[in-house]
């Protein structure tokens, strides 16, 4: 999760949302690099979750399941804003669980 927050913020590093909108190539990345997080939230287990209860996993898990099954269902602006508002506030979390796991 950690290495997909911070190679999606490197490939979204000074573009707009006009810009995320108008590039299939940034879509694509951020679509999956949203999938490929929501995927790995969804196989921690439930207690481990729960220490970590700061963290949206809900909203997480649902909006891969969106991905995956709902893909025409996909609003470019609300991705935007996962990747650009909400993984950012994610990505302090994964290195404090990274932290406990690692000690």
């Known amino acids: 999760m950690r290495d997909e927050i911070e190679s ?3 490939e979204l590093a000074g573009a707009s949302f006009e810009t995320y909108r108008g590039s299939y ?5 951020t679509e ?4 490929i997080i929501s995927e790995a939230a969804r196989t921690l287990p439930e207690d481990f979750r729960g220490r970590h209860s700061d963290a949206p996993w809900a909203d997480i898990i649902a909006i891969g399941n969106l991905l995956r099954h709902e893909y025409h269902r996909v609003d470019d602006k609300v991705l935007w804003e996962t990747a ?8 302090p979390i994964i290195l404090r669980m990274l932290s406990e796991v690692e000690s």
């Open 8 to 10: 999606l913020s490197k």
């Open 32 to 35: 999956r690099a949203i999938q």
């Open 84 to 91: 650009t508002v909400d993984l950012p506030k994610l990505k």
């Open 25 to 29: 190539g940034l879509r694509r990345i």
